[in-house]
């Protein structure tokens, strides 16, 4: 008990308590954090950061050139399935003298220190948010908005931004009236980076870095998804590796003297299948260093780097840059394993294909981390989900030549020459579906087509696409016919 002998002593007590009762106040009291803020009170605008980013970027990826020669070719690497068993030799075709091999690994390290210590190179995105990015414009609009439409019909709230290469692809009605009721906005990159600057080819990782969304999915205009991306965020693998690739159906060709000049130890053929760019997720959170690494590919890809990565194999061009830039700076990915597959007509024993399956990536990691590698024996369990379908041979437009005989494939006709669906094998992947994905990409088909308030620039002078459409999805879809496939396994 305290027992205060004089006011002088009593003052003195309540002069410490109220300084420990300030002190205790202080020490505890955190300021509000600052996400609570909402982002965009304080935000400079998208554009601008843009072009803040792009302006101090751009004489970075300009003042390391990979050098004065550029790689030559042999022969281009053949087009090889992948075998995961494989006991052959890694493709080396491509000729580059000492020097030059010396000049790019240079420029190569050179370049990654740079970046690192550059403390001007802002990223453009907002802390905490997700999005689907593409690019899209023309011919490929129509496609876009049908996936657009897939991709609300899975439930998924994902903010959408399509990127267009310059103002001439910029359609006003459908980027100011009709995409924003589906949550997505046009920007054009053109009004980033200088129209010379990027073949379209080279587009997708820089669409990405000047994208507002710090977690990415990148889809093609041509891929739509089964089931809402969302999920694949919140799981594993994305979630403790932040980069997801899915694989192409070929071996990789990519060559021994890229690994060189990048540091890195020759991997096995048998390591994995080559990528496939049709669709990824990426963290620029995690990835960023690697996402500016394979942009140096992208930008430096036509004279360098495409030649190394691919030897002139299939589809060659940007689809490594990604996987292979996380691997040089010692990222973690994720590369699905389960094989694509291609889906079509069946055409004797082979497959006409007119789009490719690809596999739910928390299935294919719940196995592969146990050990199953289907991709070396499909016998150890069945195999994952499809989850996305990549509809691009022909693309399914329908002001194009998904129609008729003019294109290989013929994907609306059957042998017998009627008009039928254009997925109808192998019957085992169409059960790895779960429900009509073609019926239901009809169906978006023809909200688009036939939406009087669409109107596209591609489909001048294409006749009346909508009723091409409804005749299609009378003859095909609106009832059941005895030869549908199943889509679900028994
Ligand atoms: C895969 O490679 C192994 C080993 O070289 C070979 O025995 C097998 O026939 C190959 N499989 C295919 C499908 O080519």
């Not at 739509?224 to 979630?239: G, R, V, Y």
């Not at 036509?302 to 190394?308: A, E, G, I, R, T």
Request: with cysteine.
């Amino acid at each position: 008990m305290v027992v205060f002998r004089s006011n002088k002593l009593r003052n003195i007590f309540y002069a410490v308590t109220a300084l420990i009762v300030v002190c205790t106040i202080y020490l505890n009291w955190t300021p509000t954090p600052a996400s609570v803020v909402p982002v965009t009170v304080f935000e400079v605008p998208l554009n601008e950061r843009q072009a803040a980013f792009w302006k101090a970027f751009k004489p970075i990826l300009e003042s390391h050139a990979p050098g004065t020669s550029e790689p030559t070719l042999r022969e281009p690497a053949a087009a090889q399935y992948f075998n995961a068993s494989t006991t052959e030799p890694r493709p080396d075709l491509v000729t580059l003298s000492d020097d030059d091999l010396h000049a790019m690994e240079e420029a190569h390290a050179k370049y990654l220190r740079e970046v690192s210590a550059s403390s001007r190179l802002r990223p453009v995105h907002s802390a905490g948010t997700r999005g689907l990015v593409t690019t899209a414009g023309q011919t490929y609009l129509p496609v876009f908005m049908a996936a657009l439409r897939m991709l609300r019909r899975t439930g998924s709230t994902l903010p959408v931004e399509v990127y267009m290469r310059d103002g001439g692809e910029y359609e006003k009605h459908i980027c100011e009236h009709i995409l924003p009721t589906m949550g997505a906005r046009c920007l054009i990159l053109s009004d980033v980076m200088s129209k010379a600057a990027i073949e379209y080819y080279q587009l997708k990782v820089f669409a990405v870095l000047f994208s507002s969304f710090e977690e990415v999915i990148w889809m093609d205009a041509d891929c739509f998804a089964l089931d809402k991306p969302e999920i694949l965020f919140k799981n594993e693998p994305f979630k403790s590796k932040g980069l997801v690739t899915w694989p192409d159906f070929w071996a990789s060709s990519v060559s021994p003297l890229y690994y060189k000049i990048s540091g890195q130890p020759v991997p096995p053929m048998t390591e994995r299948q080559s990528t496939e760019t049709g669709v990824f997720l990426v963290s620029k959170k995690t990835h960023w260093d690697t996402l500016l690494l394979a942009a140096y590919y992208n930008f430096y890809g036509p004279s360098h780097y495409f030649q190394l990565l691919s030897q002139g194999g299939p589809s060659n061009g940007d689809k490594e840059t990604l996987l292979h830039a996380a691997s040089a700076v010692g990222k973690p990915f994720y590369a699905v394993s389960e094989r694509v597959q291609a889906i079509g007509h069946e055409k004797e024993g082979e497959i006409l294909g007119s789009a490719m399956a690809q596999s739910d990536p928390l299935a294919d990691h719940a196995l592969t981390s146990e050990g199953k590698w289907r991709v070396q024996d499909p016998a150890v369990a069945s195999p994952p989900r499809v989850f996305f379908i990549h509809a691009n041979y022909p693309k399914f437009n329908p002001g194009e030549d998904v129609f008729g005989t003019s294109f290989e494939t013929t994907p609306t006709i059957k042998p017998d020459g009627s008009e039928g669906r254009a997925w109808t094998a192998p019957a085992d992947v169409l059960t790895r579906f779960g429900s009509d994905a073609e019926r239901s990409y009809w169906e978006e088909i023809k909200w688009v087509s036939c939406n009087k308030e669409v109107d596209f620039k591609a489909w001048k002078g294409k006749g009346d696409v909508c009723s091409n459409v409804e005749h299609y999805w009378q003859k095909v879809f609106a009832e059941p016919h005895d030869d549908d496939p199943k889509f679900v396994a028994d």
